[in-house]
């Protein structure tokens, strides 16, 4: 079953926070976060572990909370540059193959 | 390095008729996927490749068939294209394969309408 995503669309000023939710209605084992720009591919912004394990990108900071079967992704001061549409993918104790939220569309004005 | 190319960038079908979309990788990848995405969906696994020689069905296989020719491609046909198989296509590798924690880098899609 696909994991939720919310807010669905957010707008922000240049140098506001945003927080971005995933939620799973099963056990999960890793979350991936992507951010997608108008017309081209998902790129890789982080995974979560089960367990605690992360890898990914500096500037971007996410927590886990295997409990709630949740993710949430931090995006602090942010740049016109995170514009885009961010997506979470998960992974469950039965299964590793990915499977998708719906995304959460991001807009930053100056 | 081009990393995941995929070919063609756009297509247009009637319906029935049948193509195959080529996707290849540089990276030594053992893991190769392909996707589609429709609005307000997200991604959706159609087959995956977890190593040379083997295919598995993903979420929505239906319509669809996919070879792996070898470690460096992975192509999807469509053997008798309906106007519902219009989407975005997505292939994407991976290095593991097997395990959670892979990341996985996609190429810039194919942009398919059935008419």
């Known amino acids: 079953q696909q994991p939720v995503q919310s807010p669905q669309a957010v707008i922000l000023r240049e140098g506001e926070d945003a927080v971005i939710n995933c939620s799973s209605s099963?056990?999960?084992?890793?979350v991936h976060w992507y951010r997608q720009k108008h017309g081209e591919a998902p790129v890789f912004l982080m995974i979560?572990?089960?367990g605690g394990e992360q890898k990914g990108h500096e500037k971007i900071s996410a927590s886990f909370n295997e409990k709630k079967q949740q993710s949430s992704l931090y995006l602090t001061a942010s740049q016109l540059s995170y514009s885009g549409t961010y997506f979470c993918?998960?992974?469950?104790?039965?299964?590793?193959?990915?499977?998708w939220g719906a995304g959460t569309k991001l807009i930053i004005k100056p | 390095n081009a990393g995941v190319t995929q070919t063609p960038k756009f297509q247009v079908l009637k319906t029935g008729q049948s193509m195959t979309l080529q996707c290849a990788q540089d990276?030594?990848?053992?893991?190769m996927y392909w996707y589609r995405q429709d609005p307000g969906m997200g991604l959706r696994l159609i087959y995956y490749?977890?190593?040379?020689?083997?295919?598995d069905k993903g979420e929505v296989p239906n319509g669809y068939n996919v070879s792996r020719l070898n470690k460096r491609e992975f192509s999807l046909r469509l053997e008798s294209a309906a106007p519902s198989q219009t989407s975005v296509y997505f292939c994407?590798?991976?290095?593991?394969?097997?395990?959670?924690?892979?990341?996985?880098?996609f190429g810039p899609g194919t942009r398919l309408t059935v008419l």
């Open positions: 990276m030594n990848h053992n893991s």
């Open positions: 099963k056990a999960l084992y890793s």
């Open positions: 979560l572990l089960k």
């Open positions: 994407a590798s991976s290095e593991g394969g097997t395990t959670h924690g892979d990341t996985q880098y």
């Open positions: 490749s977890a190593s040379e020689g083997t295919t």
């Open positions: 993918g998960v992974g469950t104790d039965s299964n590793y193959q990915l499977i």
